[in-house]
């Protein structure tokens, strides 16, 4: 019998990985997932009525994801508790301890949380540092089910704690559907650089035309990667970038490299070979006819893959009009493109307007969407989407759209303050229903952007200083087609094509070499790190002075609060296990 321990600790330990290994690279997993647990509320923090709902909606937050399960329990070895006299320090919120046998499969799992420090009972931002107890107990349920660490943005299971972690996004429902589902898609492949060599330590991240969500996975020491537990009757772009604290990786991925450029290679968008120019990312389309689909080789690219033409009107002031969509020319039902504004170090011209105590709008992105060609267009709905979050840029977004040369009143697009969680949406959508005749269906789409302020970045993007940019801007542009259900639900029309070319033909990054993944051994430990930055996040700390016996498998990861002053931790974000 081996035991894992997740908990809450000061360190910048991160995993862009979303199952939970052994040593030896065994998943951990139950073999029957349908889990009961006790719940215990005895706390002076809350009522018990409160702990209970809110540990309630905590597994209800998962049970909704897949079709592994957590249910409330009077008798059961799987146990939720307060503890005080916390024998891991007053800092430690919480704690995970999962039991498995060699094969990897968790026997009880019993998670602890921190009955010396006070939990807040409503979700939201608390700009002096408080943690609601709803964000700790949902990503600790996440470690419960053999889920590990994240780097997308939005995960439940990233590491580092954001008002809202309590609701699992997208990438969390992914990460549980692979382990325990198997009625969902997959997009795999290798990541590869010059030489044909692949990249070990790759984030790659499906970017759904649905919903604008991304789902995210780090490749091996051979390029591969595969993105499970997709949704079915989607497109999905590929976003590749390097991981964001390699030093903080497990031990498996402790040798990761991104010096495979004359530079560290920047995120980028798959495109297939000969179209890497242009600017439009390949949409891959996983459905029922299809669900697996194997893209072969996605190269790394040492640039952000755009348009040239578009980037020499950006850098010559003229701004011209991008023809985004010809449906004429290019029958397609979806045509995306990838953008971008200026940095503040930027040598193009006048790059006065990033400023960061500036209100002012960039120079405008225009893009013409001309679907004039389209055969029987009653019924049809055209649908703008706009997407950066994933890609962390630290710019808020404007859109307006135009058709046939007139504004359309409540369409378009800007970031939206979400009172909830008292956090900020910065990517958006809009619908417009097609008109019958088929001369007025031609769009303008206009794009402004202006730097997010620190306070609404800080809300923004957990690990802000890690994990988004002031200098890598990149947005994703989506035009789709849909159409009415005949229960009124709109459905996107896929193109349902076959893979055109993968990349392996137009490598990029010329001084990729090997990396093979370090190697540890099943009574292996890992050693604590000092934190660079304060806050709350996940490293490997020392059991208690009457913890497990050396026999046993010991993996720690913690979630402490830090000790910073209120006036750092207004704007700071914590980060979790």
């Keep these: 019998m081996f035991l894992a321990l997740f908990l809450f600790l000061i360190s910048d330990m991160a995993q862009a990985h979303q199952t939970s290994l052994t040593p030896s690279g065994k998943e951990l997993f139950w073999a029957t997932p349908q889990v009961p647990m006790v719940i215990g509320t005895s706390t002076s923090d809350l009522t018990a009525s ?21 249910h ?19 800092a430690v919120l919480g704690m995970t301890q999962l039991t498995y046998n060699s094969a990897g499969a968790i026997q009880s799992a019993v998670i602890t949380l921190n009955d010396d420090y006070t939990f ?43 008002s809202g972690q309590s609701t699992v996004s997208y990438d969390d429902k992914t990460g549980i559907r692979k382990k325990y589902d198997s009625s969902y898609g997959t997009i795999s492949g290798y990541v590869k ?21 991304a789902s995210g996975v780090i490749s091996d020491e051979t390029g591969h990667f595969s993105l499970e537990g997709l949704d079915l009757e989607d497109t999905y772009y590929l976003y590749i970038s390097p991981v964001k604290n390699s030093s903080s990786l497990p031990g498996y991925f402790s040798n990761v490299q991104d010096e495979f450029c004359p530079g560290k290679y920047a995120g980028s968008f798959y ?27 996605v190269s790394i690219s040492c640039n952000l893959k755009t348009n040239l033409d578009y980037d020499r009107s950006k850098n010559d002031g003229s701004n011209v009009v991008v023809d985004l969509w010809d449906f004429v020319s290019d029958q397609s039902y979806e045509k995306s493109f990838v953008g971008w504004f200026r940095n503040k170090t930027s040598e193009w011209v006048n790059p006065s307007w990033f400023n960061d105590t500036s209100t002012k709008w960039s120079p405008t992105d225009k893009f013409l969407i001309d679907l004039t060609g389209l055969n029987n267009p009653s019924g049809k709905v055209l649908k703008v989407a706009l997407v950066s979050h994933p890609m962390g840029g630290q710019l808020e977004y404007e859109m307006e759209l135009f058709q046939y040369g007139t504004k359309l009143s409540g369409a378009g697009g800007k ?17 417009i229903e097609l008109g019958h005749l088929n001369d007025v269906n031609l769009f303008e789409v206009r794009l402004q ?38 229960e009124g639900f709109l459905q996107p029309i896929l193109n349902n094509r076959q893979i055109l070319s993968d990349n392996s033909s137009c490598l990029d990054a010329p001084y990729t070499y090997a990396v093979n993944r370090a190697r540890s051994t099943e009574s292996s430990t890992q050693s604590t790190t000092q934190p660079t930055t304060p806050g709350t996040s996940c490293g490997t700390i020392d059991p208690p002075d009457d913890g497990p016996s050396g026999q046993l498998l010991l993996i720690m990861m913690g979630f402490l609060l830090a000790m910073i002053s209120s006036s750092l931790l207004k704007y700071s974000k914590k980060f979790l296990s």
Aim: net charge negative; charged share 15%; glycine share 10%.
């Design 50 to 70: 409160q702990i209970q709902n809110i540990i309630l909606e905590s597994m209800g937050q998962w049970n909704q994801s897949s079709s592994a399960k957590i």
């Design 72 to 90: 409330s329990s009077t008798s059961s070895v799987n146990q939720i508790k307060f503890v005080e006299n916390y024998p891991y320090g007053s």
């Design 120 to 162: 807040r009972g409503a979700p939201g931002f608390y700009p002096t540092g408080q943690v609601y107890l709803g964000d700790v107990v949902t990503h600790e349920m996440g470690h419960l089910f053999g889920m590990s660490h994240s780097e997308v943005l939005d995960s439940s299971m990233f590491y580092s704690s954001f």
């Design 193 to 213: 650089g010059g030489n044909n060599i692949g990249v070990l330590g790759a984030h790659v991240q499906a970017i759904s035309r649905r919903t604008g969500e």
């Design 271 to 297: 495109s297939a070979c000969g179209r890497d120019s242009d600017g439009r990312p390949y949409g891959i389309d996983v459905s029922y006819q299809q669900p697996f689909v194997d893209v072969g080789t």
């Design 415 to 431: 970031r939206e303050f979400q009172p909830l969680t008292e956090t900020h949406k910065i990517d958006f959508s809009s619908y």
């Design 449 to 486: 952007a202006k730097v997010l302020t620190s306070t609404v970045a800080a809300a923004t993007f957990p690990s802000l200083s890690l994990f988004s940019s002031e200098t890598h801007l990149p947005y994703l542009l989506i035009a789709s087609l849909w159409e009415k259900t005949p």
